[in-house]
């Protein structure tokens, strides 16, 4: 599903990370965008260089002086784009690995969608979203807050710009092959980070680029393929979509665990309609998630968010009594290691999945 017809590859060097373009073939994701595009500029960067490498600036103009950049980036216009980013994580001032990847990406006032070959999303920007299943006309509203940010992590720029606690500075412009961008940096305190965005003076003042610098990570990201013709059903569930299926656990208000013969003091067990048990000791050696299956007396380790909230966060963040999951639990995965439990009455004994190094025993009542 790569989508765009020309997209950024990164070329990698021993001094820096150049991104440049190459093509790719397309796909019917793509048709789905409108069919006006723009090719964005493409910014040669050494992203993968110590942050302190400058760009070339240009001064400001007069007029380009006068402008707000907290207001350019609070007024971006609607658009659909193919998003290009590579991040780095970085320790000690040095890079460690990075990850480059591809999405589409739509914004329609608050609305917003992303579109990877591996998910769509929809939803409102900072509260919302629901992950679209095309192939089974299906979506998936428990998942969590996204759309804070595309999948690399760099804000939204109208979201940012709305932060009281975020400041703004127009640096001077870059030339970028034929395109006069403003660069604009926005500084954050806490944590210390600073994102610098790239406003094409030739495209409505839109963000072509950004690049996030911090601590730990640092990312390029690049929008090309831009059009400012936004359907409204690209960032709305489609009306022929159902609600994934979920089933609804609750929890054993009665339980009690122990961990090596002592009373834990942070822990939940919640029951599915069909008598299984999600489990989960924050105070062992290792707070591991664990799935009893009553038919075959074993316990497995679960995926800490197979239970979720109605908000989409993991239960165990919470000290809510209700929880709901997908039913692909309910087929145990012929590949997962699972240990035998003791039952007796209303108890399951069974070793921790850390038993080689804390040799401990948990048992669970209610």
């Not at 400012?228 to 656990?249: A, G, M, N």
């Not at 963040?317 to 012929?334: C, N």
Request: charged share 25%.
């Amino acid at each position: 599903m790569c989508r765009s017809v020309r997209h950024f590859c990164l070329v990698l060097s021993s001094a820096s990370i150049i991104i440049a373009n190459c093509p790719v073939i397309s796909s019917s994701a793509q048709k789905q965008s409108p069919p006006k595009t723009i090719q964005g500029p493409t910014i040669q960067t050494t992203i993968g260089a110590p942050p302190e490498v400058p760009d070339i600036l240009n001064p400001l103009t007069d007029e380009e002086r006068h402008l707000d950049p907290r207001q350019l980036l609070l007024n971006q216009s609607d658009f659909a784009a193919d998003v290009s980013f590579f991040a780095a994580d970085y320790v000690g001032g040095k890079a460690i690995g990075g990850l480059k990847f591809d999405e589409h990406v739509v914004v329609k006032g608050q609305r917003f969608r992303e579109e990877s070959p591996f998910w769509i999303f929809v939803g409102e920007i900072d509260k919302s979203s629901v992950r679209l299943y095309p192939a089974a006309k299906l979506f998936d509203d428990m998942i969590g807050t996204r759309g804070q940010a595309p999948a690399s992590g760099v804000p939204y720029p109208k979201l940012l710009a709305a932060d009281p606690e975020v400041s703004f500075t127009a640096l001077g412009t870059v030339q970028i092959a034929d395109h006069k961008c403003i660069k604009i940096e926005a500084a954050r305190k806490d944590p210390p980070t600073k994102i610098n965005y790239y406003v094409d003076e030739d495209l409505r003042n839109f963000v072509v680029a950004s690049q996030l610098i911090g601590a730990a990570k640092h990312v390029m990201q690049n929008f090309h393929n831009i059009s400012f013709d936004v359907d409204d059903k690209l960032v709305e569930v489609p009306s022929d979509f159902s609600p994934i299926q979920r089933d609804r656990w609750t929890k054993v208000e009665t339980a009690k665990v122990t961990y090596k013969g002592k009373a834990s003091n942070s822990f939940g067990v919640f029951r599915s309609p069909n008598g299984e048990l999600f489990i989960w000791i924050q105070d062992a050696y290792h707070p591991w998630d664990y799935l009893y299956r009553p038919e075959k007396s074993t316990v497995e380790v679960a995926f800490q968010g197979l239970l979720v909230n109605r908000a989409g966060e993991f239960i165990w963040k919470t000290a809510e009594t209700e929880a709901f999951s997908l039913l692909t639990y309910r087929i145990a995965d012929s590949r997962a290691h699972a240990e035998k439990a003791t039952v007796k009455g209303n108890s399951i004994s069974f070793q921790s999945f850390s038993y080689a190094r804390d040799n401990a025993t948990i048992k669970v009542t209610w």
